[in-house]
């Protein structure tokens, strides 16, 4: 463990899920966890944090991905049904759901990672007392 880890092993939630929501190391804040877009390195390279704890750890993040992206969908669906009804737009509601439906998960992807991370780390690993934490 570097000195560094040691020193953010008792990060508050707060700042821990900051860290999640700016794409970054849950442990230690590194900003340098991804090699692009889509692709998350193994381990951080600042503090040595192995990201994916265990088979099938990504499916939160899945589900994170999935309810913030269909999410945006509704509030814009909402929107436009509250600015247009009775007189439903169907091309505009179509024209403005679409792209968000087949590039918000892209665009949310490595957010939705460090996400669920952080709020494993933040909440899930804390709630468990027979979790052995991964400092
Ligand atoms: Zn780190």
């Not at 090699?35 to 193994?42: A, E, F, Q, Y």
């Not at 913030?68 to 024209?95: E, K, Q, R, S, Y």
């Not at 992807?109 to 400092?135: C, G, H, V």
Request: net charge positive.
């Amino acid at each position: 463990m570097t000195p560094n880890a040691k020193s953010t092993t008792h990060s508050s939630r707060g700042a821990i899920l900051l860290r999640g929501f700016t794409r970054r190391c849950p442990r230690c804040g590194s900003g340098k966890i991804f090699r692009h877009w889509t692709s998350i390195v193994d381990d951080c390279p600042r503090c040595g944090l192995h990201f994916e704890r265990e088979s099938g750890y990504w499916a939160g993040a899945l589900a994170i991905n999935f309810v913030c992206v269909f999410g945006l969908m509704l509030v814009i669906m909402g929107l436009v049904l509250a600015f247009t009804l009775p007189d439903v737009n169907v091309a505009l509601t179509l024209g403005l759901m679409l792209p968000v439906a087949l590039l918000g998960p892209v665009v949310w992807y490595p957010f939705s990672k460090t996400i669920w991370m952080a709020i494993d780390r933040a909440y899930l690993q804390r709630m468990d007392r027979y979790e052995q934490p991964d400092e």
